[in-house]
């Protein structure tokens, strides 16, 4: 299995900022991508933004020019920058990550998620 532990939510101003953080960590073969969705209350969850192991990044139109994902591989660590932070981005963020372990095939894996507010 792989455990994924995000950190960096919290409580931010309008305009401000924060950096989430998601850490994998098991008996992690590969990690194909890693990503960041949110849910708000009374709404789906959608996708953030994603990273896959050598490709582009992808954002949704929302975030973009706003936030940007990183990755360190070498800590099987995604990142998510979030600046000029709006109400709107106010929701629960979860990582994602799409990997394979020693025991089983390509699986998709979520983390408890972290709460972000955006609010004055």
């Known amino acids: 299995q792989v455990q994924l532990v995000e950190s960096g939510g919290g409580l931010v101003q309008p305009g401000g900022s924060l950096r989430l953080s998601c850490a994998a960590s098991?008996?992690?073969?590969?990690?194909?991508?890693m990503g960041w969705y949110r849910q708000a209350p009374g709404k789906q969850r959608e996708l953030v933004a994603s990273i896959p192991s050598g490709g582009t990044t992808n954002y949704a139109d929302s975030v973009k020019g706003r936030f940007t994902i990183s990755r360190d591989n070498a800590k099987n660590t995604v990142y998510l920058q979030m600046n000029s932070l709006k109400p709107e981005d106010t929701a629960v963020y979860y990582c994602?990550?799409?990997?394979?372990?020693?025991?089983?095939?390509?699986?998709?894996?979520w983390g408890q998620g972290t709460q972000v507010t955006v609010s004055s």
């Open positions: 994602n990550a799409v990997a394979t372990t020693a025991w089983t095939g390509r699986s998709n894996y």
């Open positions: 098991g008996s992690i073969l590969s990690i194909y991508a």
